[in-house]
């Protein structure tokens, strides 16, 4: 796995903490305490690697809450 940047590593703490949201798109988008995160390059990253989820279903474009995956667990622990 690639080294995560100091912002990924905020971002799963966010994630972890159960303050963050994502939209259900194929190209998802975060959110975090209702604020919109500014990379969402990071955001995609994060999924793409399995680290980051949604943690239900929902239509498309909506926001759901996020989740750590196990492998993101075992990231944020890393």
Same mark, same amino acid.
């Given at each position: +796995?690639? $080294? =995560? &940047?100091? #912002?990924?590593?905020? +971002?799963? #703490?966010?994630?972890?903490?159960?303050?963050?949201? =994502?939209?259900?798109? /194929?190209? *998802? %988008? !975060?959110?975090? %305490?209702?604020?919109?995160?500014? %990379?969402? &390059?990071?955001?995609?990253l994060?999924?793409? !690697? @399995?680290?980051?989820? *949604?943690? /239900?279903? @929902? *239509?498309? @474009? $909506?926001?759901?809450?996020?989740?750590?995956?196990?492998? @993101? +667990?075992?990231a944020?622990?890393?």
């Amino acid at each position: +796995m690639e $080294t =995560l &940047s100091h #912002r990924a590593i905020a +971002m799963l #703490r966010a994630v972890a903490a159960g303050r963050a949201e =994502l939209t259900r798109s /194929c190209e *998802p %988008d !975060l959110r975090v %305490d209702h604020l919109c995160c500014c %990379d969402q &390059s990071v955001t995609r990253l994060l999924v793409a !690697l @399995g680290l980051v989820a *949604p943690k /239900c279903e @929902g *239509p498309v @474009g $909506t926001w759901v809450p996020a989740q750590l995956t196990p492998a @993101g +667990m075992h990231a944020l622990a890393a």
